[in-house]
Structures are given as structure tokens and as C-alpha cells.
């Protein structure tokens, strides 16, 4: 299997970290993207016509993306523990755990983004403001609400929250969220010391 993939990429990383976690990552080889939503890379849109990492091409040729699809087709893969669990509850919570640290990956990006991509003349600082403030109300959320879920076993949901904090800190879009979420930042610290986060670290 192929992979377009960025280390620098949040979604990217999810994937890669799934796949350790899963004991699959043998079976990936990754293909170095650089994409940009304002300079098409023809070798990915090939693949998929969005033009976003990441994209994975199985053996057979077919192509899956976006990383929740990748994610659920590797974890069919392993043997080892699931990340999609089974049951209907700790499903329910994994997914929309997923769903949140994907939601703040979108914010994250897109408030980077603005700063990075966009002219400056044409730049708008309440749309970072509004990414950011989404970005705080998710923290929130999971200092408040969400402790429960994340101190319990690894599932797809706590990958992705760990890939968007990262993200946060890799681009410095929050000024130091962790002062004021210490719940989060102490199990965030924590979960940044398994092997698939270490070796993923973004470059
Ligand atoms: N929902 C997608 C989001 C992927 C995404 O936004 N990837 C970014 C890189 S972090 C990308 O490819 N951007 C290029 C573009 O927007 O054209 C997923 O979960 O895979």
C-alpha cells in the first residue's frame, strides 16, 4: 500500500500513528506529498481529485481516503487491538472523540493557513480569531468533558486528539493552551510518549 503523506500534516500523522499502533506500518510504503490548496499537485489529484493528503492506493489499485476511511481500513488490518471499538457505547465516544481532534485539525490549518498562505493585503484576522476561538472552546470541552474518555483505552479518538494538539504546538497557533487545560495537557504529555507519537514527531 502507498501512502501521500506529510509529516508536517495532522491528518497524515493520524494515519501513520494508527498504522503503528495497529502493527501494520510494514506493510505501508510512504510517499513524501507536498500539497497546497493554491498549486495542484497532478501526481495525488491522479489519485484523488481533492488533492489532500492523506491518500492511500491499496494493492489492487483502489484508492481510500480521507484519513477517518484510511484509519478504519487499517484497523480491519491488525491483529493486534482495535482503535474502531466494537461495542456500540465506546464506539459512539471513540468516534466523536475522533471527530473533535479532526475538527480542531481543520481549525488548526486553516487559521495556519490564513497566516502563511494567504497575501497578506487579503488577510483577515477574524477568520484566525474564529479558528482559534473554536480551537479554545474544544479544549474546553476536553478538559471538561471528555477526561473519562481519553483516560481509557487507546482508540482512534485519542489519536486524533493528540495529532491536533501537536499540530497546535508544531505551529504555535495558541499562545500556551496548556496553562489553563491541565487535565489535558498532563494526559497529552503522557500519550506523547508512545513509540508511534515519538516516531512521528513533525519535521
Ligand atoms: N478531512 C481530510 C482533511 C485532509 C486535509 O485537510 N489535508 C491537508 C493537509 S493537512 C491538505 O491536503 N491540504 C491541501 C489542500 O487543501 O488542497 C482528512 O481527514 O484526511
Not at 135 to 143: A, G, I, K, P, V
Request: contains cysteine; negative net charge.
Amino acid at each position: 500500500m502507498k501512502l501521500f503523506y506529510a509529516s508536517a500534516s495532522p491528518f497524515a500523522r493520524k494515519v501513520v500513528v494508527a498504522a503503528r499502533e495497529a502493527g501494520v506500518i510494514d506493510r505501508i510504503e510512504i510517499i513524501s506529498t507536498t500539497v497546497s490548496p493554491v498549486a495542484r499537485n497532478e501526481d495525488l489529484i491522479a489519485a484523488n481529485p481533492t488533492g489532500k493528503i492523506p491518500t492511500m492506493v491499496l494493492e489492487d489499485g483502489r484508492v481510500v481516503f480521507d484519513s477517518r476511511v484510511i484509519c478504519e481500513y487499517i484497523d480491519g488490518l491488525s491483529d493486534n487491538i482495535k482503535l474502531f471499538p466494537t461495542h456500540p457505547d465506546t464506539r459512539l465516544a471513540a468516534l466523536t472523540l475522533q471527530a473533535l481532534g479532526d475538527a480542531m485539525m481543520d481549525a488548526a490549518v486553516l487559521a495556519r493557513y490564513e497566516g502563511f498562505m494567504r497575501p497578506e493585503e487579503f488577510q483577515w484576522n477574524e477568520w484566525v480569531e474564529g479558528q482559534k476561538n473554536k480551537l479554545e472552546s474544544s479544549l474546553d470541552y476536553l478538559e471538561s468533558r471528555a477526561m473519562d474518555v481519553l483516560e481509557g483505552p487507546i482508540t482512534i479518538g485519542h489519536i486524533a486528539v493528540a495529532c491536533a494538539l501537536a499540530y497546535i504546538e508544531f505551529r504555535g497557533v495558541l499562545d500556551n493552551w496548556r496553562a489553563s487545560h491541565d487535565e489535558l495537557a498532563k494526559w497529552y504529555t503522557s500519550f506523547s510518549q508512545r513509540d508511534s507519537m515519538k516516531a512521528t514527531e513533525p519535521s
